[in-house]
């Protein structure tokens, strides 16, 4: 039944005007965009592992005379909570959020304002070393998701400022 299904599906959606976000693929306008982009220093290690995630992402390197600027700002918080009786955390939480704005580098006008961010559990052990290693792969995995946030959020602005052909 769910092959018979699937070309029906393929029609309807065909008619409806939705289309490949990166569609042209490296030539195409989102492509091309999101090259333009240069990503401004991002303060702190975390702030390192983003700016890291958004240049592998965006390809910035080559680029001889960009049109954007990527400003972040970054909120790193690890906080307790499942607290045994003797008041020792045994669960943590680290949230990291990022406000972010695409810069247009001719006019200096600010083009895109927006927020990203995700948050990671971590279970506190009896070694301080593990824990510790906890936070730190957590921190990666955040940079990581927070880093592809923005560039989804960046590809959408690309493609709804796209000439159209």
């Given at each position: 039944m769910t092959r018979r299904l699937a070309p029906l599906l393929a029609l309807s959606l065909a008619g409806c005007g939705l289309h490949p976000l990166y569609g042209g693929?490296?030539?195409?306008?989102?492509?091309?965009?999101?090259?333009?982009?240069?990503?401004?220093?991002?303060?702190?290690?975390?702030?390192?592992?983003v700016r890291n995630n958004l240049v592998d992402r965006l390809s910035e390197s080559g680029n001889a005379a960009p049109q954007y600027r990527l400003d972040v700002k970054l909120d790193?918080?690890?906080?307790?909570?499942?607290?045994?009786?003797?008041?020792?955390?045994?669960?943590e939480r680290r949230t990291l959020r990022a406000r972010y704005q695409l810069v247009n580098l001719s006019t200096s006008n600010v083009v895109l304002d927006a927020t990203a961010g995700s948050d990671a559990g971590i279970d506190v052990v009896n070694s301080e070393y593990a824990t510790v290693a906890a936070e730190q792969t957590a921190a990666e995995r955040l940079a990581d998701v927070v880093a592809d946030q923005i560039v989804a959020r960046l590809g959408i602005y690309a493609a709804r400022t796209a000439p159209r052909p």
């Open positions: 693929g490296a030539s195409g306008a989102v492509a091309t965009t999101l090259r333009s982009v240069e990503v401004g220093p991002i303060e702190g290690q975390v702030g390192w592992l790193d918080n690890i906080t307790g909570f499942g607290i045994r009786g003797d008041r020792a955390v045994t669960r």
